[in-house]
Nanobody
Framework: QGQLAESGGGLVQAGGSLRLSCAAS????????VGWFRQAPGKEREFVAA????????YYVDSVKGRFTISRDNAKDTVYLQMNSLTPEDTAVYYC????????????????????WGKGTLVTVSS
C-alpha cells in the first residue's frame, strides 16, 4: 500500500521561512489533488492549501494567502508548501493528503473527504 511522507518541518523564528515537501511511495502523486492541512495543539485539523492534478489550479485559506505557496513537481512526484513570513500562529503539525475524486479546479478541502494521509511534520514558529 502506498504511503505519503511529509518533510521539511522544524523550528523557525517569526518572519522566517520553511518549505515542506510531500512525497509518495508506492503511489503516483500526480494522479491526485493534494491538500495541505495543519493541526495546532487543542484545535481541529484545518485546511491550508490545495493544488490540482495539473498544478494549474490552487486554493488557499485566507490566513495564509500571500505568504504560502503550494506547488508540485509531477516529474519528482512531490508537492511542496513554501511558507514565508511565518508567525507563531502557524505553529502546528502539517499534513499532506490526497483526493482521487476531484477533477479540474480545486477549492477548499474538507479533512473528512481526503483519501490518504501522511503522518505529519511539526512546524514550530517562535516569537
Amino acid at each position: 500500500q502506498g504511503q505519503l511522507a511529509e518533510s521539511g518541518g522544524g523550528l523557525v523564528q517569526a518572519g522566517g521561512s520553511l518549505r515542506l515537501s510531500c512525497a509518495a511511495s508506492g503511489r503516483t502523486l500526480s494522479r491526485y489533488v493534494v491538500g495541505w492541512f495543519r493541526q495546532a495543539p487543542g484545535k481541529e485539523r484545518e485546511f491550508v492549501a490545495a493544488i490540482s492534478r495539473s498544478g494549474r489550479s490552487t486554493y488557499y485559506v485566507d490566513s495564509v494567502k500571500g505568504r504560502f505557496t503550494i506547488s508540485r513537481d509531477n516529474a519528482k512526484d512531490t508537492v511542496y508548501l513554501q511558507m514565508n513570513s511565518l508567525t507563531p500562529e502557524d505553529t502546528a503539525v502539517y499534513y499532506c493528503a490526497v483526493d482521487n475524486k476531484i477533477i479540474g479546479t480545486v477549492g477548499p478541502l474538507s479533512p473528512h473527504g481526503m483519501d490518504y494521509w501522511g503522518k505529519g511534520t511539526l512546524v514550530t514558529v517562535s516569537s
